[in-house]
């Protein structure tokens, strides 16, 4: 029974270190979509909306450049703990790839989610942690609703399909 049970253990670890971002321990794209995919089913089943927020890191370019790939690593743990810090329990923040961050909050609308983009973005302004050489590091590109999210998912789909 003991090695079942080790097995089990290592299958688990296997899946986390999978679906988890090593350099910010955030949900990885690769976690995000099953987690993302129910959320949109649930939320579609209530009637109820969901807000999909998508962050690119202004900078990081310039912050690596000038203070090294140790610099922008830096910034990314920071700006992904600060963030992971202001979402509730039941929203979810991501690493969606490279400098781009995915925040999901159900029950929120475009209103609601605007106003969490600029809380964030006066956060990290704010913050004397991240460093910078562009004091808009954070530009919160988009926020749309359930429908971009959806779409990207069918975008997704193909784009793993084409795939070899």
Same mark, same amino acid.
């Given at each position: 029974?003991?090695s079942?049970?080790l097995?089990? $253990? *290592?299958?688990?670890?296997?899946? /986390?270190?999978?679906?988890?971002? %090593?350099?910010?321990s #955030? @949900? ?5 979509? %099953?987690?993302?995919e129910?959320?949109? &089913? ?7 909306? @969901? ?7 202004? !900078? #990081?370019?310039?912050i690596? $450049? &000038? ?6 690593d830096?910034?990314l743990?920071e @700006? ?5 810090a202001? @979402?509730?329990?039941? &929203?979810?923040?991501a690493r969606?790839g !490279?400098?781009?961050? #995915? ?8 209103a609601?989610?605007r ?6 973005? +006066?956060?990290? +302004? &704010? ?6 050489? $562009? %004091?808009r ?6 926020? /749309?609703? /359930?429908? *971009?999210?959806e779409s ?7 784009d ?5």
């Amino acid at each position: 029974m003991r090695s079942g049970t080790l097995a089990i $253990d *290592l299958q688990e670890e296997l899946q /986390r270190l999978a679906s988890v971002d %090593p350099l910010t321990s #955030l @949900v990885n794209r690769r976690g995000l979509m %099953p987690l993302l995919e129910h959320q949109l &089913e649930v939320a579609r089943r209530h009637h109820e909306p @969901v807000a999909v927020l998508f962050a690119d890191l202004d !900078g #990081l370019k310039a912050i690596n $450049d &000038e203070h090294g790939h140790l610099g922008g690593d830096f910034t990314l743990r920071e @700006v992904g703990a600060m963030v992971k810090a202001t @979402v509730r329990k039941e &929203e979810l923040f991501a690493r969606y790839g !490279g400098e781009e961050f #995915l925040v999901m909050l159900p029950g929120s609308n475009e209103a609601g989610a605007r106003r969490f983009a600029e809380r964030l973005r +006066a956060a990290i +302004a &704010e913050s004397q942690d991240v460093p910078r050489s $562009d %004091p808009r590091l954070l530009r919160l590109l988009e926020s /749309r609703l /359930r429908r *971009l999210a959806e779409s990207h998912m069918r975008n997704e789909r193909a784009d793993h399909t084409l795939q070899p």
